[in-house]
């Protein structure tokens, strides 16, 4: 190795800070590394969504920073999105466009090759298994097929950093494994994902770390083997292990607010 590191950041969060009526996002630090699969749990109200729109640029921070692949993301907001994709819990297309209309649409914005751009777009039909759909209307599609629609819009420009909320909402188990396939696909290749779920047993199952926040602030990080060690229970599933965390990060909070009435 010629001195450089052996694990790149792909995303780093420093002092962080969003309040709308209450905070949002506490003084939020956070390093994840390229080619990681990271997991991002906790509560609703954690902070989570606030936390991650952020970082794609969607909702503007109070205070902190955001570095996405070297990117300073609040410095240079148009070079950061090129290195990124965001897909929220529910999925944003056009219901008149067909799959391929879409991701032809998609690939337009980003001036993608028109040659490289059909590429993509058959290589993601395919393995969304949306190929015997790419030519009808996204209109009359589930939530589940909107949400893979919207999964193939998101990577057509090959980000480095893929961000997910809630991914696997409204699919059933099929194409939940389809779209699993593909992002473990992706980690291989060194891409980053990052993921929200309530789904803990995605996270125990694919997860290389797992952070968990609650008020905004994050109270645990580590592997799935990190994390159980810390459990005091000795809790076996992630959500023994989470449920302990939160409720004992909880508990810290009152003792505090009481020592401070």
Not at 1 to 30: C, N, W, Y
Not at 106 to 112: D, F, K, N, Q, Y
Not at 234 to 255: K, M, R, S, Y
Request: glycine fraction near 10%.
């Amino acid at each position: 190795m010629s001195g450089s590191s052996p694990h790149p950041v792909a995303l780093e969060i420093r002092g962080l800070q969003k309040t709308f009526t209450e905070t949002a996002v506490d003084d939020l630090a956070l390093t994840i590394r390229a080619g990681e699969f990271y997991a991002l749990l906790g509560p609703n109200g954690a902070g989570k969504t606030t936390t991650l729109r952020m970082v794609a640029g969607l909702l503007e921070a109070d205070a902190g920073s955001v570095s996405i692949c070297g990117i300073d993301a609040f410095a240079d907001p148009i070079e950061a999105k090129r290195v990124l994709a965001w897909v929220p819990d529910e999925p944003m297309i056009y219901d008149k466009l067909t799959p391929y209309e879409y991701l032809e649409f998609v690939a337009g914005l980003w001036s993608m090759d028109t040659d490289l751009a059909r590429f993509r777009a058959d290589t993601l039909l395919d393995q969304f298994g949306l190929a015997p759909h790419a030519d009808e209307r996204c209109g009359g599609f589930s939530k589940g097929m909107r949400q893979k629609v919207a999964l193939a819009g998101a990577l057509i420009h090959e980000p480095r950093l893929i961000i997910l909320d809630e991914p696997l909402t409204g699919l059933d188990a099929g194409s939940a494994r389809q779209v699993k396939s593909v992002l473990q696909g992706l980690v291989a290749t060194g891409v980053t994902v990052i993921m929200t779920t309530h789904i803990l047993e995605v996270a125990e199952r694919m997860a290389d770390r797992i952070g968990v926040i609650a008020k905004g602030r994050l109270i645990a990080e580590g592997t799935l083997s990190e994390l159980r060690e810390r459990a005091s229970a000795g809790g076996i599933t992630l959500e023994d292990i989470f449920l302990e965390i939160v409720a004992g990060a909880n508990d810290a909070q009152t003792l505090t607010e009481s020592a401070a009435a």
